[in-house]
């Protein structure tokens, strides 16, 4: 049976009086009478059939009846309230405070770069940035948004790409590979200096994991045994552009460097592309318009990120046509 719409007002007031256990206290929010207050009430238990209140003159307590109904219209209330002050958002220009959580990688190529202009378009927004290694619990220390690799998040989280799919590639400079050669196979790297990467919030160093080329997929992982390890990208990629050795770095972090020739990178077949980073958030219902604006904002810049990436795979595929011909497409 339908629900009668005359009743919805009532079913709110009843909220308001069992949730201050007060006909003085509820009027006084609401702005009317407690005799109003008490007639509606009055009204609603005659038209349910229903007792909601036991009153005396001192206490005021729920009926079982009473305590099932408000555990059902607290929720539904609380989330029409949410929606409403969202709608009143939609229009409205984004303010306050964005507390967001990003590691440094992530921050450094996504954030950094952009952070003017993104403050630049909405001017009453601040954002306040911690960067952090490990994985963030979002609701526990009250951030508003954070940005990780897909594979780090959990399944159940809220999260939107804001990078195209990645690769990790091995990069070293072009004086490293004149000096002990180019490595054809994972098996090569070790006849080679491979600097390490140990991660700061575990201590433990990143393994390098390869996919071999074809259908099957069999996986084989590296463990680097250079003359140095790092807990700084920056750091390990000077290193590299020194001719120190060779390194693992995401391919969005070193495409300046080998669109340069500064470095050069090897193995590539054995790389498989894996999610990119994502903004992720707590809920998306009810979204704040600050991360609302937060999200449109990466995800256009998502576009630009994969614009150059894919020029490079135009490139190649014209490279390999004219080399194999019309046999380019089954490699």
């Not at 002050?85 to 220009?93: K, P, S």
């Amino acid at each position: 049976m339908a629900l009668d719409p005359s009743l919805l007002a009532s079913l709110a007031w009843f909220a308001h009086i069992a949730r201050h256990r007060s006909f003085t206290k509820a009027a006084t929010e609401m702005e009317i009478t407690r005799a109003a207050l008490s007639q509606n009430l009055k009204a609603l238990e005659e038209r349910l059939d229903v007792r909601l209140l036991h009153r005396t003159t001192r206490n005021m307590s729920l009926t079982e009846e009473g305590q099932q109904l408000l555990d059902v219209l607290q929720p539904a209330l609380t989330a029409i309230e949410r929606a409403v002050e969202g709608l009143g958002e939609v229009h409205a220009e984004p303010t306050g405070m964005i507390r967001m959580n990003a590691s440094r990688i992530a921050s450094r190529l996504l954030l950094e770069p952009y952070m003017g202009e993104f403050l630049a378009r909405h001017p009453k927004l601040r954002l306040d940035l911690i960067m952090d290694d490990g994985f963030s619990n979002l609701v526990a220390n009250g951030m508003d948004a954070g940005i990780r690799l897909g594979e780090s998040l959990d399944e159940h989280m809220v999260a939107v790409p804001i990078t195209p799919p990645l690769e990790m590639a091995i990069v070293g400079s072009p004086d490293y590979f004149r000096r002990h050669g180019v490595p054809d196979s994972p098996a090569d790297l070790m006849g080679h200096n491979c600097l390490a990467y140990r991660f700061t919030s575990s201590g433990t160093i990143d393994h390098w994991t390869f996919t071999a080329p074809g259908s099957e997929g069999r996986k084989l992982v590296f463990e680097p045994q250079g003359n140095a390890v790092f807990n700084d990208d920056d750091s390990m990629l000077r290193a590299a552009l020194q001719g120190v050795g060779l390194v693992r770095h995401i391919d969005l972090c070193v495409r300046e460097h080998l669109a340069s020739g500064a470095l050069v990178r090897v193995l590539a077949p054995w790389c498989r592309p894996f999610p990119g980073f994502f903004l992720y958030v707590p809920s998306r219902a009810q979204m704040p318009a600050k991360v609302r604006a937060l999200m449109d904002f990466l995800v256009e810049r998502r576009e630009e990120l994969a614009l150059p990436q894919r020029k490079r795979v135009a490139t190649e595929d014209r490279r390999v046509k004219r080399r194999h011909g019309s046999r380019a497409r089954l490699l």
